[in-house]
């Protein structure tokens, strides 16, 4: 996500001018977007002596019921809250509904920061 930063207008609607470039830090990078697929990774560095490790593609979710967690196989996105377009091109973000072999799960973790998907199990309505 990118930082949008503070307004270029003031309230009396004259023009506020920036008073610094961003930092390295502060620049931001586009989103994963991570797919239902055979598992790829990449691997990016993040601030401090960090790394992320990012999924491209994943089809294994850890889908915790209860106080049990089994390894399921991801076969589709059925919802996504973050974008409606994500569940039609199978994209995988927190928040969103996944169809497994264990049943639905709704995603826990954010597989673009982490690299893996974490979800809990959802009773089917």
């Known amino acids: 996500m990118k930082d949008q930063g503070r307004s270029t207008r003031k ?10 470039k961003k930092k390295k830090h502060e620049l931001g990078r586009q989103p994963t977007e ?3 697929g055979e598992p790829r990774f990449r691997t ?3 601030r401090g002596r960090n790394s992320k ?3 491209l593609t994943t089809n294994v979710a850890n889908v915790t019921d209860g106080g049990e967690t089994v390894s399921a196989t991801i076969q589709d996105v059925l919802e996504n ?3 409606p377009n994500y569940a039609r091109r199978n994209i995988i973000t927190k928040g969103a509904v996944i169809v497994t072999n264990e049943g639905k799960a709704r995603v826990t ?3 673009g920061q982490t690299g893996q998907v974490n979800a809990v199990a959802v009773d089917d309505e």
Do not use: C, E, W
């Open 53 to 55: 490790i990012r999924a």
């Open 34 to 36: 991570t797919q239902v």
């Open 11 to 20: 309230r009396t609607g004259g023009r506020l001018k920036p008073f610094h």
């Open 44 to 46: 990016t560095d993040a």
């Open 109 to 111: 973790s954010r597989p």
């Open 81 to 83: 809250g973050a974008n």
